[in-house]
């Protein structure tokens, strides 16, 4: 078994009174001002999103545009997501819309989904590894 070490961050509201001295307190540094990302992974900020509240759908675009904004969403607050996706969903338009974002993003992210018993990690290439570079 793998021991994986994460902290949980708590969620300081931006619009507190003394929410700047709780941030440099209880965040970690390097947390965007403002932002709340939900943990801290391999020295990596994460964010948690949840697709388990979403009705099944037949419309394969609709389903990606959902995935990519939830996605996107996460990386205003975070290096990387950890998205629960419930297996209703078709793993291959769950890959599909995580590899579409990951290739249009500027920034090097990853990507943990919780897909039933399953966990899938999806890291977007450095520039070096694709030209061959290092």
Known sequence: MIKI??????????SLRNSNA??????????KENKNPDFYFCGRFVDGKSM????????????????????????????????????TFYKSWILSSVYGKLNSSKHSHIVYIKYGNELIKIKKPDKESLSGGG
């Open 5 to 14: 070490s994460y902290f949980v961050l708590p969620h300081i509201q931006p």
């Open 52 to 87: 388990t509240n979403i009705t099944f759908t037949d419309d394969e675009e609709l389903f990606k545009r959902k995935i990519q904004s939830r996605i996107k969403e996460a990386f205003t607050q975070a290096d990387d997501v950890f998205i629960e996706i419930p297996t």
């Open 22 to 31: 709780l941030r440099a307190e209880f965040l970690p540094k390097g947390v």
